[in-house]
């Protein structure tokens, strides 16, 4: 079974940055694609960023397009969203994700079977 567990997540003044880490707990995750979805208070969960199993693919919202950058250490298991030029509109919880197709690449997040915990990322202005 994979277990996700996210970390990295905290409170930032807006136009700061932060990492987000996503690591497997149980099961490894490597032949997955991988994705980030984020849900603010009130609104349905949204697509962030996904990347294919090996890491030469990867897909962005529009919103975080030029700012966020997802890539994942093969190695140590573990993907990453780093966060540059942070908004108040990124403020929501944020989730790890995970499809058993190492190329699926989906925006939609009822296609994902493995789900972190969230962690919650708080922009101020």
């Known amino acids: 079974q994979v277990h996700l567990v996210e970390s990295g997540g905290g409170l930032v003044q807006g136009g700061g940055s932060l990492r987000l880490s996503c690591a497997s707990s149980?099961?490894?995750?490597?032949?997955?694609?991988m994705a980030w979805f984020r849900q603010a208070p009130e609104k349905e969960r949204e697509f962030v960023a996904a990347?294919?199993?090996?890491?030469?693919?990867?897909l962005y919202a529009d919103s975080v397009k030029g700012r966020f950058t997802i890539v994942r250490d093969v190695a140590k298991n573990t993907v990453y969203l780093q966060m540059n030029s942070l908004k108040s509109m990124d403020t929501a919880v944020y989730y790890c994700?995970?499809?058993?197709?190492?190329?699926?690449?989906?925006?939609?997040?009822?296609?994902?079977?493995?789900w972190g915990q969230g962690t919650q990322v708080t922009v101020s202005s």
């Open positions: 990347i294919s199993w090996s890491g030469d693919s990867t």
């Open positions: 994700a995970g499809d058993r197709h190492p190329y699926s690449m989906l925006r939609d997040y009822k296609e994902y079977e493995f």
């Open positions: 149980g099961r490894t995750f490597s032949g997955y694609t």
